[in-house]
């Protein structure tokens, strides 16, 4: 059984940081490539950070780049999304999974509220 456990959300004042973790088991964590993704009450689930299989490449849309860091350590299966400069919009629940995600696969994510 697959199972994605998200920690480390909480409440942030604006331009504050957070570190999310993430822990896979039930996975051959180190041939998946990895997302963050994050949703708020009646939004879709949207994407906000993947990293491939070996670490070498990353991708953020707009919205986060440059702000927002995902990292990888496979002997631990675990990823990780370091935010910085935190808005209020980034307010939502933040989940991982498979970079394609596996609808089963979704954890209880992780609130991660930004105060103005």
């Known amino acids: 059984q697959v199972q994605f456990v998200e920690s480390g959300g909480g409440l942030v004042q604006a331009g504050g940081s957070l570190r999310l973790s993430c822990t896979a088991t039930?996975?051959?964590?180190?041939?998946?490539?990895i997302g963050w993704y994050r949703q708020t009450p009646g939004k879709q689930r949207e994407l906000v950070a993947s990293?491939?299989?070996?670490?070498?490449?990353?991708n953020y849309p707009d919205s986060v780049k440059g702000r927002f860091t995902i990292s990888r350590d496979n002997a631990k299966s675990t990823v990780y999304l370091q935010m910085s400069n935190l808005k209020p919009e980034d307010t939502a629940v933040y989940y991982c999974?498979?970079?394609?995600?596996?609808?089963?696969?979704w954890g209880q994510g992780t609130q991660v509220t930004v105060s103005s």
């Open positions: 999974n498979t970079f394609a995600p596996e609808a089963t696969w």
């Open positions: 039930g996975i051959t964590f180190r041939l998946n490539a």
């Open positions: 990293i491939s299989r070996t670490d070498s490449s990353t």
